[in-house]
């Protein structure tokens, strides 16, 4: 099928976004990499020369809980001193002007709550980075949300604010100097068992989603036509995420790709239709440019959308 001759034209899309109604956005961590927070993926993929995925897993933290705490309570900590950007927020200003809006996020750092994003318009797909749960698969113990930073003194190293000097590397990222080893005793304990250990509340790699989360979602997407689907800051590698936009997709959908590299020759390969579109850059910038017949225009002094 040939590509939309204006696949990058953002008045082409907002004669496509005055003709909708049904609009759902699939979002990755590429949305929040304005705020400041590593995807984890590409250039920096690495956490102290691990890779990321690495440390997210069940048999990773059965292996060294220590080390993985360290890793998600630095990544706890950076999500606490960042600020959500123009496109957390223009998002959260289309769910507030659209009730047939749906947003899904891989991500787990919290901001789209911060944007004050209507929660019955948001479905976090991979958990919160501040959710805490009992790793004990025979224990029901959860903390929908804890923002203390450190959780307790043996994470202290992970608390420690970034250098304001881009030229300064981080005490904690330091590979030339070992990680403390700290025994499981140290960590936080389930309050419920007071046996097993906490532990984040995010999916891990080896873990299923929600059941529950997915039949809604599914739902939603089965029970009419979409119009138009954002795929927002992400590489589209992760499934079941990946295939969602797809399952979307019917007959004058438009699946618009958001992203830095959504207008290489390897993002426009994902054009599949004539009603997709592709906008390569930096999501917090672009997403307020093509929402803005809805949302209003993007006031950075005032930190809101003016209409």
């Known amino acids: 099928m040939p590509r939309n001759p204006n696949y990058n034209s953002i008045p082409a899309f907002h004669a496509k976004l005055a003709r909708s109604r049904r609009i759902l956005a699939v979002c990755g961590a590429g949305l929040s990499a304005s705020s400041g927070l590593p995807t984890f993926r590409g250039a920096d993929g690495l956490w102290r020369n691990y890779e990321a995925t690495a440390l997210a897993s069940p048999k990773a933290f059965k292996n060294d809980p220590g080390m993985v705490w360290m890793f998600y309570a630095y990544r706890r900590h950076m999500a606490l ?17 659209n009730p047939e809006f749906l947003c899904l996020s891989q991500n787990v750092d919290n901001l789209h709550i911060r944007a004050n994003h209507p929660s019955g318009q948001l479905k976090l797909l991979h958990g919160s980075l501040f959710a805490l749960k009992c790793s004990s698969p025979t224990c029901s113990y959860t903390e929908p949300e804890n923002l203390e930073s450190p959780l307790c003194p043996a994470l202290a190293a992970a608390a420690v604010d970034a250098p304001s000097s881009p030229t300064e590397i981080h005490p904690l990222l330091d590979t030339t100097k070992p990680l403390p080893t700290i025994p ?26 929600d059941s529950d989360m997915l039949a809604d979602m599914d739902e939603w997407i089965r029970r009419e036509k979409v119009d138009v689907v954002l795929v927002v800051g992400t590489s589209s590698l ?52 093509l929402l803005e017949p809805v949302v209003g225009r993007w006031d950075e002094e005032r930190g809101e959308f003016r209409r």
Do not use: M
């Open 81 to 97: 001193r960042a600020e959500p950007n123009a496109g957390h927020y223009a998002l959260a200003e289309l769910a507030r002007q």
């Open 238 to 289: 992760v499934w079941p995420a990946a295939g969602i936009a797809e399952a979307a997709r019917g007959p004058g959908t438009s699946v618009v790709h958001v992203n830095v590299d959504a207008e290489s020759p390897e993002g426009l390969a994902r054009l599949v239709d004539k009603e997709d579109f592709s906008f390569g850059g930096d999501a917090a910038e672009v997403l307020p440019r």
């Open 184 to 209: 499981p005793s140290s960590l936080p304990h389930c309050a419920q068992c007071q046996t097993a250990l906490l532990r984040p509340g995010v999916v891990w790699f080896g873990e299923s989603l």
